[in-house]
């Protein structure tokens, strides 16, 4: 079950891995995820499908190493086997033909923006595609993103490859030089906030993924509650992707924060039995 | 039904039994006291039951007390009618393995039903003792429980006899009591059973939300193997309607379906500050602590350990919380409910349980706003007094609000356990099929069957929040709904 045909290192922090998973791979849409447990021990983690293959009966993960469980995750080899893995979760993106869309992906963020790409793509939008991250070796899945894409934009924090600046930076030229239908966003929360604002400057409609703290990612729980448009939503049966206009993105950060301190511990013990 | 516990009643050993004591000495008997390990001990440990059992000699004393009455009242209030005469009074001449079958004559889960069911409002509100003699009832459920236990740990379990395969294949969808109920009839009757379950456990309330210190995992697993030995299949990780749909499922070869997904969805209350940090609900708590082992260091998931810890509602969820709170550490264990004890749902076993882990009652009130530090944390929490008015539909007085009576508890985890609604996956994979306002499946209630012929409902999807004994019982309903349907439509 769930065995691992494959793993590719994107980035000192990144892996890729390929899981054998027949059902999900058959089942699932851009925009849908699943959650995994590596072990008995192991956190429930919700990770995006960031490509599937129906016939070889694959999906496509690309993890980022933030704490025990991720960790844990990435230092798996081909031939091991995840315990348990549930999916495809969550709705898929509606994806559909509206003219130009302006995909923007934040660090490993660029996974999940994968499928909906190449879904926009296939649907005839014309496509630009932002990639940014802190500096030029946590730039992931470029080559794929460009095959999708009519237009590909790199920004790095500290200019180490592409341009200097933030996401945001690159959106608003892009924004300014031509029409732009709609835009998708995916990062970590603070750049999808600040994306939001812009596209919102310039009303364009726009659709942020989130990354909430999940548990069964079933409904069941309500740890991945979020507030849109002023009521409570659940984003692992609501979403993940929204609105991104009527998100409360400060309120998001707040919670992503929830069990920091414990996992930090659960870190620092783990560390400490590696060595 | 009338006759056939006429008949049981009858026999030459129960009339010897009856005419062995004077019902006016077993009467004068008092009730046995469930020996339980002490308060100040038990709260050190989330997987320690509390309740150690009856010993052979106080479970015989107690069911000598029954007096195996011409008209048993007491079954009337069993919701799957187990024949308890005859279960308890097996129990008194000694034959415990046939007290545990006569149980297995109607209940799919005994030593389950004998902890969890809130016996003082079903089969031992209806004893003769209680109804006619205003006293105390008979122990019925630790009488159940002690008859499940003996057979369980003499080791005999008797692997029910399953009925050669007839070629058909059924699914049971999520894999609470109500499935595992309907799974031990489908499979006796010869049908080709697999179980389809979403988490990474089967056994659905029984393991992720029912605490190990009233229900330890280990019963539950003994009557889950028992399943598998029969042959049932369990399929983990695997979302009817999501992994594959009813249509691929169809294609495989399952011509009928028994949907008991729950009731899984948590209310919230939509006040202010809510979605603060150190908020949530009831399934996150128990779920992290029961199914993820959060507790535990050597386990990746964490949990929130508060100091002051606020459990908002009255029922067994909130029962279990707070008690899950205190045996995490908590200086500060409260209940917030916004009607008086007399009214709280949860077993009253349970809130005497509570009581005596030093758990503080704050009856009439109810939680109006939550406040947070400046990282999102909550701190304190606003609660408004409430006083009891006209009786509801539900016949439970309605409480109503004491304007000005706002005070602030300090607080640094809240669990709001105000109860949930029903999974709303199924419905929404299936546009056909017929729900009802609040999004309850609607069956037939003889035979379970619902607006789409060959899907059978039951438990709490269809209840929308019930008990473990009555799940069963609509899981035994539905199996022989199916099988009349499946046979008839051959
Ligand atoms: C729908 C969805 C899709 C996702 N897709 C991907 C993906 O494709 N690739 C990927 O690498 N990650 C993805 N994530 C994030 C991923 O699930 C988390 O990084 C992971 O759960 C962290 O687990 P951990 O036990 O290693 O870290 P933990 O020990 O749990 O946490 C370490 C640190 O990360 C923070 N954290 C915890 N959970 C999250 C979270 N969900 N998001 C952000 N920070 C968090 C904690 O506060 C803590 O500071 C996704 C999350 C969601 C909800
Ligand atoms: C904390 C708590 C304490 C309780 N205490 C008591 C008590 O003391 N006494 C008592 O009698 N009752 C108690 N109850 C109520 C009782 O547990 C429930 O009424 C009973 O479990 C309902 O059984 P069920 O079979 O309908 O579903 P559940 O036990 O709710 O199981 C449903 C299962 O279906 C799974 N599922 C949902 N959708 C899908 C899908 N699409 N595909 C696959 N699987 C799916 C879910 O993951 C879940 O595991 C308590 C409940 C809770 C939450
Ligand atoms: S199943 Fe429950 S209600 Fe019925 S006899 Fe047993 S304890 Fe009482
Ligand atoms: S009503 Fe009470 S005393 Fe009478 S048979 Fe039932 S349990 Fe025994
Ligand atoms: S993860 Fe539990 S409700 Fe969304």
Redesign the interface.
Known sequence: MNQIIKTEQFSENVVKLVVHAP??AR?RKPGHFIIL?ID?????IPLTIAGADEKAGTITLVAQKV???SQRLCELQPGDEI???????GRATEIHNVGTVLACGGGVGVAPLLPIVEGFKKAGNRVISILAARSKDLIILEDEIRKWSDEVIIMTDDGSYGRKGLVTAGAEEVILREKVDECVAIGPAVMMKFTALLTKKYDIPTQASLNAIM??G??????C???VGGE?KFTC?DGPEFDAHQIDFD?LL??L???KQ??VD?FE?YLSTQK | MQEYLKMEREQAWRIELRNQIKNKERTALPRVKMPEMDPQERICYQDREVNLGLDVENARREASRCMDCVNPTCIEGCPVSINIPKFVKNIERGEFLEAAKTLKETSALPAVCGRVCPQEKQCEASCFYTLKLKKDPVAIGYLERFAADYERESGQISVPEVAPKNGMKVAAIGSGPASLAFAGDMIKLGYEVTVFEALHEIGGVLKYGIPEFRLPNHIVDVELDNLKKMGVRFERNFIVGRTATFEDLKEEGYCAFFVASGAGLPRFMNIPGENYNGILSSNEYLTRVNLMNAANDEFDTPVLKGKNVAVVGGGNTAMDSVRTAKRLGAARAMIIYRRSREEMPARVEEVHHAEEEGIEFINLANPVEYFADEKGRVNRMRIQRMELGEPDASGRRRPVVVEGSETDIDVDVVVVAIGVSPNPLIPSALPELKVSRWGTIEVDPESMQSSIPELFAGGDIVRGGATVILAMGDGRRAAAGMHRYLTESK
């Open positions: 059902r999900i089942a447990r008995e021990k192991g956190e429930r704490g025990v469980s315990l348990d893995m549930v999916g495809p979760l548990v069964d079933t409904g069941m729980c309500g740890a509650r979020v507030t409570t049966v309120e707040l919670r924060g929830g069990y414990d996992e659960a013990r």
